[in-house]
């Protein structure tokens, strides 16, 4: 009888209508917590991925100040290169220019001669040398040799003298022909 009272003044219709607006609220709470829960990783992942661009923005930032270092480096290199290789060629040039005069010397001295000083002047094209011969033949012999060569023009004896040791000290000034220096 209930059942019927209720069904007579409408309250059934309240309880069903009430159930249905609960279920309609509650799908809307679901709905708008859903709504909030993907907003929520949204932004998450936006923050996420920001942090991770940064950190990757940094390390490319770093790389590209390491890879100017380098190409700075480098480029000081390259522009000091032709520098550094005048240096060298200058430095090989005198090497063998005196490896060139010290072959002939070489090839221009008796074994029983030895030179204690020798002076260059390349623009007199002179050659000074104080030498030391075992005796006064010895001397005569490398004196002899000098006048053969042909790259010398003429030379001249300044002093002959005998040391304490018995060995025969002389001074020879050789003035070279004008083309020896250029050979060289």
């Not at 009430?18 to 909030?36: A, E, M």
């Not at 010397?105 to 030895?114: M, Q």
């Amino acid at each position: 009888m209930n059942e019927q009272l209720s069904k007579n003044f409408g309250f059934g219709q309240i309880k069903r209508e009430s159930g249905i607006l609960n279920n309609l609220q509650l799908k809307t709470k679901i709905s708008f917590v859903l709504l909030i829960f993907v907003l929520f990783l949204g932004i998450g992942s936006l923050i996420v991925n920001k942090i991770f661009e940064l950190k990757t923005s940094n390390s490319l930032n770093r790389q590209i100040d390491l890879n100017k270092q380098r190409l700075f480096s480098l480029e000081n290199n390259i522009l000091n290169f032709p520098k550094q290789k005048d240096k060298a060629q200058e430095l090989l040039n005198s090497h063998i220019y005196f490896s060139k005069i010290f072959d002939f010397f070489r090839e221009n001295t008796i074994k029983t001669v030895f030179y204690e000083k020798i002076s260059i002047n390349a623009e007199d094209r002179t050659l000074n040398l104080e030498a030391i011969a075992l005796s006064f033949e010895e001397a005569a012999k490398q004196l002899a040799l000098i006048k053969s060569i042909k790259e010398v023009d003429n030379f001249e004896v300044n002093s002959v003298s005998l040391n304490k040791d018995g060995k025969i000290n002389f001074f020879i000034k050789i003035k070279l022909k004008d083309n020896f220096f250029n050979n060289i």
